[in-house]
Structures are given as structure tokens and as C-alpha cells.
């Protein structure tokens, strides 16, 4: 079960760690649990607090929770999500990663500082 969670790959694992796409590593999470679907695709759910990262540059990504489907290519980071990179800074209750299109939407009272 952890062990989904240890290296959730939310790209192609062909891709060098350039960092594009964002290849996300977990660091830490309180508890987690991973779901095979009927068609071979994995869910993973993260709660108690989750701290992650991007392989390759310095991104790194943390929340209250995460769940990720792999049919959608969706991660969603709720509560206290704190999106950090060398680029940018954003604080949100809810962020969404899409990871065919590399696009973070962050939702609720977000905070965003852009350091270019």
C-alpha cells in the first residue's frame, strides 16, 4: 500500500528528471492507501499530511491530503497546499495538478507570489 505512495509517478517514466513533467515523489505522508480500478489504473489517497516533491529541479508540493487517479491523470491537493519552486510561490485550500497538460489550478483563499 505505502509503497504506491513511496513513488507515485504522475508522468511517464521514460522522462529524464528534468523536472517537465513533473515526476512527483513522495516524501512523507501520515497515512495512505492505493485503489486498482477494474481497468488496471491505480488511485492513491494520502491524508495526515503529505510533503512532496518534484524529481529533478527544486519543486516541492505539500497538503493535509492527496488524491491521485490515474484514469484522470489528476492530483488533488486539499487543505493548507503549499506549492513552492524557484518561479513561484502558492498557497491555497485546494489545488488540482493535471499531469497530461502540466497545469496547476490552485481554488479558496490563494495566496500566489511570483519570484521572475
Known amino acids: 500500500m505505502m ?8 508522468a511517464a517514466a ?3 528528471d ?7 515523489a513522495i516524501d512523507s505522508v501520515g497515512r495512505g ?6 481497468d488496471g489504473s491505480v488511485n492513491y489517497y494520502g ?10 529541479p527544486d519543486t516541492r508540493v505539500s497538503s493535509d491530503s492527496l488524491a ?18 524557484s518561479l513561484l510561490a502558492v498557497d491555497a485550500n485546494f489545488a488540482t495538478y493535471y499531469t497530461r497538460e502540466e497545469r496547476l ?11 521572475a
Open 47 to 56: 491524508a495526515g499530511g503529505v510533503f512532496a516533491h518534484c524529481a529533478g
Open 18 to 24: 528534468t523536472g517537465r513533467p513533473c515526476r512527483v
Open 14 to 16: 521514460q522522462q529524464p
Open 105 to 115: 489550478e490552485a481554488h479558496y483563499q490563494v495566496h500566489a507570489v511570483n519570484h
Open 3 to 10: 509503497a504506491g505512495l513511496a513513488l507515485l509517478a504522475l
Open 33 to 38: 492507501r492505493q485503489q486498482t480500478l477494474a
Open 68 to 85: 491521485y487517479s490515474e484514469a484522470l491523470s489528476r492530483a488533488d491537493w486539499v487543505g493548507h497546499v503549499h506549492f513552492r519552486d
